[in-house]
Each structure stands twice: as C-alpha cells, then as structure tokens.
C-alpha cells in the first residue's frame, strides 16, 4: 500500500464502526494489548490525553476542597463481605489473590474493583467528631474488574481512574455533593472534552451497588449508543454503618455520617474517539489534544524552511501551545494523512514561498477548512484552537438532540435504537417492564428524563410514573 494511501487503513466508520474504533485506537498509537487478556497498555499519546484530562478534572477538584490521598490496591475480602449488597454487585468481577510469598494467605485478599470499602475503613478510624466533617477525599489510581467481553479504554480489565469519597454529618449534605460533583463532571466533558451528556439519576436496577442513589452522565457515540461516561453515588449510610464511620455530633450524640463517591475512568478517552472521530481517524478536542499544532515544512530541504519552522514552533510554545514540528523524511502528503488520522486540531505547512510571503497555510482538522494566517500569528492560532472546540461541541451537541425519539409503543421503542437513537419514553416504574424493554429491545434505561413527560408506560400501557431515556449501550 501506497504511503498516501495510509488512511485507507481504517475500517469505514458507516459500514463497520466497531473495527473502526479499534483500527483507530491501534494504528494511531493510543493503545495496544496487554499479554494478559482483556488488559492495555496505554502508549504515550493516549496517555498525554489521559494527562491532560487528569490534570483539568484535579485542578476543578481542588478549587471545590477535595484533597487527593492514595489507598491500598489489596482489600481484605472480609471488607467486601460487610456490605451485602456491593459484594453481590461485585461478585462475578473481582480477582482474588490467595498465595504470596511462597505460602496461602490467611485471608484472601481482592484487588480493588472499586474503594468504598477500605475507604470506608479508613474514614471509620478517622472521623471521630462534627469537627472532623466534612471529610473529602480522592485518589487516582488503576482498579481491577474481570471482564469478560473487553475493548480498549471502553471495557478493560484493569483501567485508570479517579474516585472521589466524601462523609458528612446529614444526608442532605451528602445528597447536594452527589448533584454537585455530577454538575461538575458535566461542565468537563461539555469545556474539555467539547462532548455533550445527558445527566439524570439511574433506576434502582442500573444502580451502583450499594448506594442508594446513583446518578450518571451519558454520552451519544457515533453510531447512536450510549456510553456511561462518570457516575455520583448517594450511599446514605449503608457504608457508615458497616465500616463504623460514627463521629459526636453537635448535640453530643454517636451518630453515623452520610456517605457519597464518585468517578471517572481512561473510558473517558474512548468516549471522545467515538463521539468526534470521522472516516479519517481522530478528531481530538484542542484541550486534551496531546499536540494542538502539527507544524508541516513544505520543500523542507530548501533554504530557511526548516529554521523559519523551528522560530514558529518556538514562538507558539512561548504562547502556551503544545506543538509538534514534523520535520521527517516522510512526504507532505504522508504527513497530513498521519497527523489527519492522529486528530491534532490545527496543522500549518509552511514552505518557501509562505515564509517570502510572511504568511502560513493553516487547517483545521474538525472541518479541514483551510486559510491563511500572517506568519507567526499567535493570538489567531489560539482563537482558531477556541473555535474548533465550541464548533465540536455544537455539533455534537447537534446531533445529539436530533437523534432523541420519543416512543410510546415496545415497537417504536425497538425502531427507534434500532435507528441509532436515544429513545424518550414513559415507564411505570416496575421493575419488570424495564426488563421487558430490556428483553425485547437490547436496550437499557440509561437516566430519567426531568424535563419531560411521558404520560404512559412503554411496556404495559399503566399511567408513567417516570420518564426514561432508553438506548443501546457500550
């Protein structure tokens, strides 16, 4: 295969967009396999995405009072135990070691599908009084979920993430956080990742288990499915009470504190490929791009071309741009389909008669519009990275409200994600229609709908007690 003809590589997103996505994760260099089933290996320019998505949602956790902490991987398996509905919940997804250092444990011990316990041990020798309230923590870590039907960033074995645990003096307060932290995910993936979501609470099926609330925020993919892309759980008390989480409260009363968590993960990144790619490969949001500007010299070998692009790249990275400058052996047009399909947002190509001219040739990687900026125009480089991030943005978020359904009938319901959209219906609220719905359409509910109506239930007809987005999952 020709070089100019690298993009043919990738599967056609239409016809085949499950080999679409892997194609792109591999050949742009994001992931590749673990040796252990069902495991990835992050490469450097997925792992700059994930760098950049870490370090924006740390810094908005900060500027709320979160402080980060770290908590052992290895949990005690009496610790899951004590919760019966979160081991139940568990259960079938965790790894167990049993042997080490050469002899049998005398307790198994899990490595962490999630914190809440021993996070939950940790606060039950902390918190003591009122005065030690709230108490709110967050780790970054990997966790470990036996998977069995795995993809990369989407659904892995082992993956990295954040969660956040929080304990309070009153459920309310608990309660607010929950909403507050869902909010704040919502502005992140809406300014940072230009992904719009819907935000709503889960039904008690879809919970998290043990909580006793559980809301999430999805995200429409390419192809009309939905992605779970960060979850808030309200726990109550359910983990104070099995871990001992008491503290003296105002009135000089042994009372249990309320608890909350939260999270997202690397799923994060797989999220962004499937809501922005196109056919050519990635299209990247320019604050998490690894590079925001891929510099092209055009006759590179000529006189004064590569100097004229090593001055440019400079005088972008003084301005606070991360650049690359692409000064292989590889034609111009291998590097425009390479840097094409890898998504950086803006790329430049400069050559001999843009330098006389004072002038380079800009393209933007979301549209592939290109036009001509004066030579070493930083302020409207920076003002094109803004507007290539809002139009992505607006676009999704175009597609998104275009492709919500309502349905009043099992069958339209089943037309309608079967059509590649979220579907807006009524629900009784039994859990026996939702996994009717579930049964006869492959598809979940996702989050209650607050800003509509339904008036009857999909599956049996009874008068709506709630209203549901309904769609197919990854």
Known sequence: MAKNEFVKEIADIETDFPQWYTDVVLKTKLVDYGPVKGTMVIRPYGYAIWEHIQSELDGRFKAMGVENAYFPMLIPMSFLTKEAEHVEGFAPEVAIVTHAGGAKLEEPLVVRPTSETIIGHMFGKWVESWRDLPLRENQWCNVMRWEKTTRPFLRTSEFLWQEGHSVYETG????AETLKMLACYAEFCKEVLCMPVLTGRKTEKEKFAG????????????????????????????????????????EGVLQYGYTMSYGVSTRLIGALIMTHGDARGLVLPPPVAPFEVV??????????????????????????????LDDSDNSPGWKFNEWEMKGVPVRIELG?????????????????????????????????????????????????????????????????????????????GDRACEDKVKAFAQATARVFDESHTMQTCVCCGKKAAHTLFFARAY
């Open 172 to 175: 309310e307060e608990a309660e």
């Open 211 to 250: 909580a006793v609330a559980t809301y999430g925020m999805e995200a429409m993919m390419h192809d009309g499915k939905s992605l779970q892309a960060g979850t808030t759980h309200y726990m109550g008390q359910n983990f104070a009470k099995a871990f001992g989480v008491q503290f003296t409260n105002r």
């Open 295 to 324: 510099i092209v010299p055009i006759a590179q070998k000529k006189e004064g071309v590569l100097e004229a692009t090593h001055v440019l790249k400079e005088t972008l990275e003084k301005a606070g741009i991360r650049v690359k």
């Open 352 to 428: 001999p008669r843009d330098i006389e001219g004072g002038k380079m040739l800009v393209c933007r990687r979301d549209t592939l519009e290109k036009q001509e900026f004066a030579l070493g125009d930083v302020a409207a480089v920076k003002d094109l990275l803004a507007a290539i991030g809002k139009d992505m943005y607006d676009r999704a978020k175009a597609r998104m409200q275009s492709r919500i359904v309502p349905a009043e009938t099992l069958e339209e319901l089943l037309a309608g994600v079967e059509g590649g959209n979220f579907v807006r219906a009524g629900w009784c």
